[in-house]
């Protein structure tokens, strides 16, 4: 009898057991313990269909094709069917579509919500990675609000004094020392000097950021270059510097520690910075960076984690004819009635406007892995990362 009685007690345990996974499995919404979202900017499905063929040919996939989930984003700004940097990677960090010139501020100039914002406020940790200028406006269009996208003393500023994130790593140190200390503040201010006396450890080179123990709570500020960092063909100028697949793999090593899970953005800046210059190749180049900073993110972030990977506004019009003799290059500069270089086969060109690459009106694409990503598909607005974001938090 007491055996029996043993085993209904076991068998009533198991059911209750089962009945509770079930519940939560049916129930209870599950959220991805870290979120990363990478902007390529400039990247549209031209972009990706001529890196893969530059990276290893039309039939060698990249890491960004082994995401299950894709969309295309209509990326509009709220004043012109072409945003610009600004107003881009503000509708990604707000969900809100602002004017072109604005970072974090809607018409009436008032202060809107952005998404690293929310993330601390649901007990996560924040970080964001760029390898431009922090004060760039793809990367302060998630800490700052202002009407001025280009007063980049005042986008510092607001970073050290208002920013709250965590993990800040990217180029630009002299938008945070004056000019006494071979900055370009006209203030005065070292607003490293700053940061340390609030708590941040600062590091300023590779063998630095990689000394950053990952054993404890971290307030870390990485700046690595006066300027942006190097690209991907300076080897000499990136000796002591972190490429973008370090920083990425350094910023979820420390974000992980927290229990509450983390928000990282990363932004691949210099892909712009290359295609504006109408530097096909070396915008290639950087695309290929972005892939493998991917590639690490999900390695590191596991199978508990969410990634997403989208552009913010398309460049220039990257493409790969078939004539001249297969040649690549960005066809928008400031003459259309100029066409491509001569080149040799399969090698990449630029196109022969003297003027910078602009912004065209071509959907830029998403890719997405990990709990919510499968929202991703069809034709969305810009502004639904955001919302995805939010609703995985």
């Not at 973008?244 to 509450?260: C, Y």
């Not at 491509?340 to 690459?357: C, G, K, L, N, T």
Request: aromatic share 8%.
């Amino acid at each position: 009898m007491k055996w029996r009685n043993q085993l209904l007690a076991l068998f009533c345990l198991l059911v209750f057991l089962a009945f509770g996974v079930f519940y939560f499995r049916t129930w209870v919404v599950q959220k991805p313990f870290g979120i990363i979202l990478f902007i390529g900017e400039g990247l549209d499905s031209n972009r990706v269909a001529t890196a893969r063929v530059y990276a290893g040919g039309p039939d060698t996939p990249l890491t960004l094709d082994a995401l299950p989930y894709t969309a295309l984003l209509k990326n509009y700004s709220r004043d012109s069917a072409t945003p610009d940097q600004a107003a881009a990677a503000t509708a990604l960090a707000t969900g809100v579509k602002v004017n072109n010139g604005t970072i974090g501020v809607d018409a009436d100039g008032r202060a809107l919500e952005n998404i690293l914002d929310l993330a601390r406020q649901s007990g996560r940790m924040t970080g964001i990675v760029t390898n431009t200028l922090l004060t760039d406006a793809t990367a302060a269009s998630f800490y700052a609000h202002t009407t001025a996208a280009e007063n980049r003393e005042d986008l510092a500023r607001e970073l050290v004094e208002k920013g709250e994130i965590d993990v800040v790593l990217g180029g630009g140190s002299a938008d945070f020392l004056p000019t006494g200390k071979g900055g370009r503040r006209t203030d005065g201010e070292d607003l490293l000097l700053e940061l340390r006396s609030s708590g941040y450890d600062v590091v300023q080179n590779l063998e630095e950021l990689e000394a950053v123990p990952r054993w404890r709570a971290v307030k870390l500020f990485g700046v690595f270059s006066p300027a942006e960092l190097a690209f991907a063909d300076e080897d000499n100028a990136r000796a002591d510097q972190p490429r973008l697949a370090d920083m990425v793999r350094r910023s979820i090593e420390l974000l992980q520690f927290n229990s509450g899970g983390y928000l990282l953005v990363v932004d691949a800046g210099l892909m712009r910075k290359s295609a504006q210059e109408n530097k096909s190749e070396l915008t290639l180049m950087e695309t290929v960076e972005l892939d493998r900073a991917i590639s690490l993110a999900l390695e590191y972030a596991g199978t508990k984690s969410t990634i997403f990977v989208c552009g913010d506004v398309s460049i220039g019009g990257m493409t790969r004819m078939a004539q001249p003799q297969e040649a690549t290059g960005l066809a928008s500069g400031p003459d259309p009635e100029r066409t491509f270089d001569e080149v040799a086969p399969s090698s990449p060109a630029a196109a022969v406007h003297a003027q910078p690459a602009q912004n065209v009106t071509n959907d830029v694409v998403a890719f997405g892995n990990g709990l919510g990503a499968d929202a991703l598909h069809g034709t969305l607005e810009s502004t639904a990362i955001f919302q995805l974001i939010r609703d995985n938090l």
